[in-house]
């Protein structure tokens, strides 16, 4: 698979996400998690049980302004989203936040994250007007390498913050991209 057979496409509101595309969301959650991945549950193995709430919540959360959900399919299947957010409060509306960045375990390494961030970068900018975007990754998983490739800055951490065993806290590793020029 390259970059050329993946379509992306986004759903602005809960009405766009259908039965099927949400099942997909839910089963792709729940197999990044499963393998390891920094997709938002810390202590895998998960399952349907767990990962349909956080689905559904961001399915009802989805408008316009304010949440998009970006999705790359391949053969009319699901192989990775991700959920850009921002707030309409005037002091921060310049600016939203990437969550939940994932891609299924079987086409890692093939470009489809870095499109899925790039159409996130081209979104913010044009369609939602925004002037930056941020995300918190967990450090140890090679993730400010990925998207430091992608031209995101990493502008601080917070020290251990996250306590995914007694004897395995991670740092929260915070990045920006600014300003949401063309990568």
């Not at 299924?104 to 081209?122: F, H, K, S, T």
């Not at 740092?171 to 920006?176: A, G, I, K």
Request: charged residues 20%.
């Amino acid at each position: 698979m390259n970059t050329d057979s993946i379509q992306l496409h986004q759903a602005t509101t809960p009405h766009a996400v259908g039965p099927q595309l949400r099942s997909q969301l839910i089963d792709c959650w729940i197999e990044v998690t499963n393998a390891g991945g920094a997709a938002g549950f810390p202590f895998p193995p998960i399952d349907a049980q767990q990962a349909a709430p956080g689905v559904d919540a961001i399915i009802d959360s989805l408008a316009p302004d304010t949440c998009r959900l970006v999705m790359a399919l391949a053969g009319g299947e699901l192989v990775g989203w991700l959920n850009i957010r921002c707030d309409t409060f005037a002091l921060v509306a310049h600016w939203g936040t990437l969550h939940h960045v994932q891609t299924r375990p079987a086409i890692r390494g093939r470009g489809v994250g870095a499109a899925l961030v790039d159409e996130a970068r081209r979104i913010a900018r044009e369609e939602m007007g925004l002037e930056q975007l941020r995300l918190a990754a967990r450090g140890g998983m090679g993730l400010e390498d990925f998207y430091g490739r992608l031209g995101w800055k990493e502008i601080g951490r917070w020290p251990g913050a996250l306590r995914l065993s007694p004897d395995d806290d991670r740092d929260e590793v915070l990045m920006v991209l600014k300003p949401l020029a063309v990568h």
